[in-house]
Nanobody
Framework: QVQLVESGGGLVQPGGSLRLSCAASGRILSINVMGWYRQVPGKQRELVAHITSAGYTNYVDSVKGRFTISRDNAKNTVYLQMNRLKAEDTAVYYC????????????????WGQGTLVTVSS
């Protein structure tokens, strides 16, 4: 089975930095887009950033200039470097990947990580 395993969440002070990692495991033929989403109770899950297999990136306006998404295709891993964190960044962050499992005839599947909590507070 294909899984995404996230790590790197925790408690940081406003203005601090944190780096999230997400590794895809299992038999995978290819991975197209990988991204990070975040969600707080009572609100919709929000796309934070995504990156294509070719390295093209996109960010939600609220994190532009502060967050950087990157990936290591050889390791099937995506990262989110979060700088100058604000209290408003507090959320559960979820990794997402659109991928084709090895041997699949169904095309791309959306796979989600379990979520990692980021808390920005003094």
């Amino acid at each position: 089975q294909v899984q995404l395993v996230e790590s790197g969440g925790g408690l940081v002070q406003p203005g601090g930095s944190l780096r999230l990692s997400c590794a895809a495991s299992g038999r995978i033929l290819s991975i197209n887009v990988m991204g990070w989403y975040r969600q707080v109770p009572g609100k919709q899950r929000e796309l934070v950033a995504h990156i294509t297999s070719a390295g093209y990136t996109n960010y939600v306006d609220s994190v532009k200039g502060r967050f950087t998404i990157s990936r290591d295709n050889a390791k099937n891993t995506v990262y989110l470097q979060m700088n100058r964190l604000k209290a408003e960044d507090t959320a559960v962050y979820y990794c997402n990947a659109d991928l084709i499992p090895a041997g699949s005839t169904l095309g791309y599947l959306a796979v989600w990580g379990q979520g990692t909590l980021v808390t920005v507070s003094s």
